[in-house]
């Protein structure tokens, strides 16, 4: 058989498919049964290991959106001590060591409806040679265990708004 005069050599696909022996038509043909199973398995291992990141990734953003919104009450209860007029002995800043144990709440539901983590926040008014310490401890009992968060801030006559 003649072929024309061309720049470049024939192609497999110019070549009637009769010619072409047995072998050569089944590695034309398609990828093989092995090839298929392992690119299968390879893509598997992928996606798992793709949701397996989106869980951990979703997990970690909500528990700090938990974690900062327990810092934001903490710190909002410290700012109401700091806001009370500082004239000691009268209470909260009185000679012995306040406690106040107030009940607050996070983490909205999806309908951004109701509340879903309950805590306590204890608030300590200590008395000491520079005016009155006040700490305050909020627990927050979550699914995945309880959340506390600290503040310590120290109030006298010099601290912010008072005469």
Do not use: W
């Amino acid at each position: 058989m003649m072929y024309p005069r061309r720049l470049s050599f024939p192609s497999v696909s110019n070549v009637p498919v009769t010619a072409t022996p047995p072998a050569a038509r089944a590695r034309l043909a398609a990828f093989t049964l092995t090839e298929t199973m392992i690119v299968m398995l390879l893509l598997t291992i992928l996606m798992i290991a793709g949701f397996g990141g989106l869980y951990s990734m979703d997990l970690c953003s909500r528990r700090t959106g938990d974690y900062t919104a327990a810092m934001a009450v903490v710190e909002a209860k410290v700012q109401d001590i700091k806001a009370v007029t500082y004239n000691p002995p009268t209470y909260p800043f009185t000679a012995a060591t306040v406690y106040v144990t107030n009940s607050d709440s996070i983490s909205l539901n999806q309908a951004g409806t109701s509340f879903k983590v309950a805590g306590t926040l204890v608030s300590e008014i200590k008395p000491v040679a520079a005016g009155h310490l006040v700490t305050v401890i909020g627990t927050f009992q979550e699914p995945r265990g309880a959340l506390t968060i600290s503040l310590q801030t120290l109030v006298n006559k010099y601290s912010g708004g008072q005469q």
